[in-house]
């Protein structure tokens, strides 16, 4: 079993920056991408961001420039940096993992955060 443990949420005032933390537990043999996606209420959810095993990344539009993905492969842990924030940036932000798992046949998994809340007073 895998589980993922999101932290960093909270309330900022806008043009503020928060960090998101998503760290990967359990049986693990490899990751392969790692991404947050969020949801504003009475919305879909959307992605944010994505890197690869590799350090590619891909961003939303409305976040480049502003938002930065990266990845600490050694602590399987995926990293979020939001900067000038807008009150449109408040959601419900969740981490999504996939991977190997460590234990023979070493299936695939794919595992989501519980979700950590972000919002950004005006």
């Known amino acids: 079993q895998v589980q993922l443990v999101e932290s960093g949420g909270g309330l900022v005032q806008a043009g503020g920056s928060l960090r998101l933390s998503c760290a990967a537990s359990?049986?693990?043999?490899?990751?392969?991408?790692m991404g947050w996606y969020r949801q504003a209420p009475g919305k879909q959810r959307d992605l944010v961001a994505t890197?690869?095993?590799?350090?590619?990344?891909n961003y939303a539009d409305s976040v480049k420039g502003r938002f930065a993905i990266s990845r600490d492969n050694a602590k399987n842990t995926v990293y979020l940096q939001m900067n000038s924030l807008k009150p449109e940036d408040t959601a419900v932000y969740s981490c999504?993992?996939?991977?190997?798992?460590?234990?023979?046949?070493?299936?695939?998994?794919?595992?989501w955060g519980q979700g950590t809340l972000v919002t950004v007073s005006s």
């Open positions: 999504h993992v996939e991977g190997l798992k460590g234990i023979w046949p070493y299936r695939p998994f794919d595992a």
């Open positions: 359990g049986s693990i043999l490899s990751i392969n991408d």
């Open positions: 890197i690869s095993s590799g350090g590619s990344t």
